[in-house]
């Protein structure tokens, strides 16, 4: 969508929403960091949460390319399907909505070996790029869009107009925006129980079994529409392996 992205914005007017799909998930998805540099402003990385990086690079360089004529964007509804990705957002006039915008653009620093993350709100990215973790030097994806990618209320907006829209009668519409809608105040980026089953050398769990092991530990957890076995939560890597080894016995 890149190329037409300067002026599908000058073209909208102040309260205006505007939708954009990547399809090119390649580069979004960290096989082609370079080129998702060059089309989207930001490094993409090849992680079990790629599908969610992509959106937020999707977002980040829509946020980006608006500040650029003094507006700024809120991402209310955004999704990954089949083999694109979507988002929905509205606009507001004005260079202080356009600075809030730009507030919201950061790196993730990722551990590829302890599953650790971090998330750092600034246009510029610390030196020290140690995992407090483990030690290991951690890789990064960005700039891009660390703010909300789904606004709750959106969401309820929808179910009721699909209700109405007697002629879309696909339930996967419906099963998107009702899972989109259960992961919409859920932290950035995810799990994916296989690949830390997979590092561990332990079964796979039942993803239930896992969720509920994280709650027990007073943590938010919630399953995610990017990702069939993903889970988000506000809970630390350690304590996400360490469910799942209680949820397999171990
Ligand atoms: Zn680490």
Redesign the pocket.
Known sequence: PTPYLDSAIRALRDGGLIALTATDLAPLCGVYPKVALRKYGGLSLRTEYCHEIAVRLLAGSLAMMAAKHEIGVRIVFSHSTDHYVRLYALINYGAKRADESLGDIGFILH??????REFHKSVMLAQNMA??????T?KFAGPLWLGGIVDREFCSLMEENLRSLKHINDSRVARIISLVKEEANAPATYYVIDKICDKIGVPIPPIKSVINHIREMGFTATRTHFHDRGIKTNAP?SAVVRAVKDSVGH
């Open positions: 551990c590829f070996k302890c599953f650790h995992c407090p973790e483990c030690g290991s951690m890597a």
